[in-house]
């Protein structure tokens, strides 16, 4: 189980998380939507340790995770796929893929039936396993991302915004996937999205957040149920 309680998260003198406190279980999905500038990516970044709290605690299971640095909270197998994609570009699509287990020191075999399993998942990027990262499109290359963080074998994957400049049909492909990297690794899953359709159409429970403050939560049906959440995020 994954907790935070409470997290304030500042940039000099701007509060952007004014106490975010979340649960999410193992094997669920849970997603946190909201606006721009309401504290998606913060809450990410403070839990992948790229940012410090001032107060709050962050627990994996039962260990206190707070303030670890980023390398240390990778090393918890807690794996954030940042917004944007952020693939290595002059590198192949599969040396990207090896470079998300760098971190757990695996021999050869066992990497490349990783591999495999991530080609099964995605296809296009079996198909495009030497060609450089930065040629692929946008959304091979937010797959590619998401492969490259299932490679460290996460505990819970944290993904900012994977829909974000992807089209909507490609946004439905991913989603889709997203939910089968669910079903069949068992992987924990935390959506941090814009696109509130989307990720309630894959989590289990989500969260609310503006500026700064988690505002509703609850079940994928009672926020899809919700007037707040119709009128502001869902375009009813
Ligand atoms: P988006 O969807 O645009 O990424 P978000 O919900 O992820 O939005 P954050 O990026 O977490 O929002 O930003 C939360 C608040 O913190 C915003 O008011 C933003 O302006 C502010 N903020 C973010 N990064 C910085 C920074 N490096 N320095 C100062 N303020 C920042």
Not at 54 to 64: I, Q, R, T, W
Not at 110 to 124: D, G, H
Not at 176 to 197: D, G
């Amino acid at each position: 189980m994954f907790l935070i309680d409470n997290i304030k998260t500042y940039y000099g003198n701007i509060q952007a998380l004014k106490g975010i406190s979340l649960k999410i279980e193992s094997g669920e999905i849970v997603t946190l939507i909201g606006a721009n500038g309401a504290g998606k990516t913060t809450t990410l970044k403070t839990i992948a340790g790229l940012l410090k709290p001032k107060e709050g605690s962050v627990m994996l299971d039962s260990k206190n995770i707070t303030g670890y640095p980023a390398h240390k909270v990778v090393k918890e197998s807690v794996i954030l796929v940042p917004e944007g994609r952020r693939v290595f570009s002059k590198l192949t699509v599969e040396e990207n893929l090896k470079i998300g287990a760098y971190s757990r020191n695996i021999k050869m075999n066992k990497l490349n039936e990783e591999i495999k399993n991530i080609y099964t998942m995605f296809p296009r990027l079996e198909e495009r396993k030497n060609q450089y990262a930065g040629t692929l499109s946008g959304g091979e290359q937010q797959m590619l991302a998401i492969g490259r963080g299932l490679m460290a074998k996460p505990k819970i994957l944290l993904l900012d915004e994977p829909s974000m400049g992807i089209s909507p049909i490609v946004v439905r492909e991913i989603f889709h996937i997203i939910k089968n990297i669910n079903k069949n690794f068992k992987t924990t899953i935390f959506l941090v999205e814009q696109n509130a359709k989307m990720a309630l159409s894959v989590a289990n429970r989500g969260y609310v957040i503006e500026t700064g403050n988690i505002i509703l939560e609850g079940t994928t049906e009672e926020l899809k149920e919700s007037e707040e959440v119709k009128k502001a995020y869902l375009g009813d």
